[in-house]
């Protein structure tokens, strides 16, 4: 089922939703599995599994060289998706990234999702490389989101890249896109964002999920102008508990997100990781049950891969 449908069957009452990550090249699908068992029972209808970008790695060639590879670490995405959707009957929602793929590449995982019975899609254009000063689209890739979600949505209406004659097996995905509360790092304003991210929604993005936030007013705020702006679709709001130290610096960092005040005093007072981790489930418990209050759609959690916070918070508001 559609993301937007699950919407509207709640008729106006919170779901739970949450985001995993591929496990390492390598590593076993167990430990993902071990962490989505114990959120089962809040019934998600949906969960999102995130694609990574690529990236280079260095191979000793024994002769004192280092041989440079550009790889995919965290493969695995859509398989992800089909073994979750077999296993727990739960929708799930590949995330498609501009950045590392051709738009050929992009339509062969559309129709694998098609064939998989995988309706919803992520449409999300990626981060630069580390090595990258700004986003490189790959050579006939999709420059930005909205780009990736006119192609999907000329798949919807039957338009594949090349001419298909008789198409009479129409996908019809559900797209999501990704919102800003804050503004995206790159954007010169927020007002500039939202109207970016109103060109997503035009395109035919039929939902949006929020980068994180810590300050729901910043949430409610960014509802508010985008309504303003005429947007009009579900925006879901994004919530990651903060688990260790290094959450406080990184975070900021990286996404370019406030922390606030109270929050930071709060983890200043810890004396472990067990003590920030509890203080960021108490943070989220509370966000979470004052944006259920407001009558979100959904709650959407950002696990990384890691469930027993998330169990915590979601016990406290489900
Ligand atoms: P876009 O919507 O393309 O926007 C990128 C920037 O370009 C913005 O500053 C925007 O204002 C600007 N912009 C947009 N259109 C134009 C235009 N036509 N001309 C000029 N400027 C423009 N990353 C991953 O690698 N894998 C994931 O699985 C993943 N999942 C995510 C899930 C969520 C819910 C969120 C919020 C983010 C996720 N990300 C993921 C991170 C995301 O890829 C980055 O934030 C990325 O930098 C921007 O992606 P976007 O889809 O918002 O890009």
Known sequence: MKVTEHIENAKGKTLFSFEIIPPQKGKSIQELYDNIDPLMEFKPPFIDVTTSREEFIYIDKGNGLLDKKLTR?????????????????????????????????????????????????????????????????????????????????????????????????????????????????????????????????????????TQMFFDNAKYFAFVEKAREMGITVPIIPGIKPIAVQKHMQILPQIFRIDLPEDLIHAVDKCKNNAEIKQVGVEWAIQQSKELKAAGVPFLHYYSMGKSENIRQIASQVF
């Open 73 to 209: 670490m965290r493969p695995g995405t859509l398989g992800i998706c089909a073994s979750i959707k077999h296993k727990y009957n739960v929708d799930t929602v590949p995330h498609l990234l501009c950045g590392g793929f051709t738009q050929e590449e992009t339509e062969y995982m559309l129709v694998d999702c098609h064939y998989l019975g995988i309706n919803n899609v992520m449409a999300l254009r990626g981060d630069a490389m580390k090595h990258e000063q700004s986003f490189v689209p790959k050579d006939g890739g999709n420059h930005y989101a909205v780009d990736l979600v006119r192609q999907i949505n000329d798949l919807n209406c039957g338009k594949y890249l090349h001419e298909v004659m008789d198409v009479d097996n129409r996908a019809d995905f559900c797209i999501g896109v990704a919102g800003y509360p804050e503004k995206h790092l790159e954007s010169p304003s927020l007002q500039s964002d939202l109207r970016r991210l109103k060109e997503k929604v035009d395109a035919g993005a039929d939902y949006v999920v």
